[in-house]
């Protein structure tokens, strides 16, 4: 199969490179000879990537340490079983399906990968792949920060940075959803694209003083370092900061501060798939390319905004 791999963490996506890798091994994957209890092979259509994810140790360790390249990024996909593991219980062969793969393996930007059954959830018929691509890793973290981690209510306020982003723009439509009162943050000219996703106001954070909008119950961070240590300091009595950016730099005064790695959940990925499907959640997918083209894709020379999505099968 093709795939996109990388061997050398300095250079970044610049030393991703398109390769012929061996096929999975369905009939292994069927029998008890290998460690492969629950995995299933999904047939790739569309692959979502990460900006840092080359930055993530698991891109190049496996759970116990050792060095795991070449390793194929990507983590996000939606696509078609085409064979089951033993011990695999809820799907088959045939389905359409998205979701997360495991940070520690082998990921999505390939014509094949071999996934637990446990991180996929059924694509509706009405759903594109490139769609269920794109909404995956957004859609999960987003929720999770929002109502696992952050215990969102309907008429608080809730601060999310990096609006107009790939995260930022799913939290916001989901804190909006829920009867949240929604403050966006980015650069200048995210301004629109943040109340057009629901934000309520919006905040330049190149221009505009963070600290003016007073306290909030909830800050979604996604952007670590200054931005959030202010941000901790806008945290009302009782309420959370929640970052996706590692050990959090700062604690509000009288709350939580909360990080968190997204996992892939089933029926939250089911929650989400239905929001797309009645139009009450919009992907923000900013590129589409072809696997022969993920290299250059992924390395743009201009500013994307929103998700890029290598279609793998066209
Ligand atoms: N822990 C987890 O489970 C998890 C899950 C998903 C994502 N993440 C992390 O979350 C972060 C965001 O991911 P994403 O996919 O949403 O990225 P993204 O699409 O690039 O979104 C980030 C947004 O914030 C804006 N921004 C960045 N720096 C800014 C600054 N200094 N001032 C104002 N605006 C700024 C970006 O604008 P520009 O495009 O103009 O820079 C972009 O609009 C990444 O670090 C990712 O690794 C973590």
Redesign the pocket.
């Known amino acids: 199969m093709k795939a996109i791999v990388v061997t050398d963490q300095a250079a970044g996506t610049a030393g991703m490179k398109l390769v012929e890798r061996p096929d999975p091994d369905a009939a292994r994957l069927a029998s008890l000879a290998g460690a492969s209890y629950g995995d299933v092979i999904v047939e790739v259509h569309a692959s979502g990537f ?4 080359l ?2 140790p698991s891109t190049w360790t496996d759970r116990l340490g050792r060095d795991r390249t070449p390793s194929i990024p990507g983590h996000e996909l939606a696509g078609v079983v085409t064979a089951l593991g033993y011990g695999t219980t809820g799907l088959s062969v045939g389905q359409r399906v998205f979701g997360l793969t495991d940070w520690t393996r082998d990921g999505t930007l390939a014509e094949q990968v071999v996934v637990e059954a446990r991180n996929l959830a059924p694509l509706p018929g009405d759903v594109d792949f490139t769609v269920g691509a794109g909404v995956a ?2 859609g ?2 987003a929720w ?1 920060g929002l109502f696992e981690h952050g215990r969102l209510q309907a008429g608080q306020s809730v601060l999310v ?9 799913i939290a916001t439509q989901l804190a909006r959803e829920a009867g949240a009162y929604i403050i966006g ?3 200048a ?2 301004r629109q ?1 943040a109340l057009d996703f629901g934000a309520h106001e919006f905040v ?3 221009h505009d003083a963070l600290e003016d909008i007073g306290r909030v119950d909830l800050v979604f961070d ?4 200054d ?1 959030q240590k202010r941000s901790a300091g806008l945290v009302r009595a009782g309420g959370t900061l929640v ?4 050990p959090p730099e700062a604690r509000p005064a009288d709350g939580l501060a909360v ?5 892939s959940v089933p029926a939250q990925l089911g929650e989400i798939a239905q929001r797309v499907r009645d139009g009450r959640l919009r992907t ?1 997918i ?1 590129k589409v390319a072809t696997l022969d083209n993920a290299v250059a894709a992924l390395n743009p020379t201009e ?5 890029t999505i290598i279609h793998v099968r066209p």
Not at 50 to 53: A, I, K, L, P, V
Not at 222 to 225: A, H, I
Not at 259 to 263: I, L, P, R, W, Y
């Open positions: 990460t900006g840092n994810e930055e993530w890793m957004t999960l973290t999770q940075h990096g609006t107009a982003g790939a995260v930022g723009s943050t980015g650069r000219a995210h694209t330049d954070l190149d996604v952007l670590g370092g931005v970052t996706v950016t590692g990080d968190f790695v997204v996992v923000n900013g500013r994307v905004t929103g998700k």
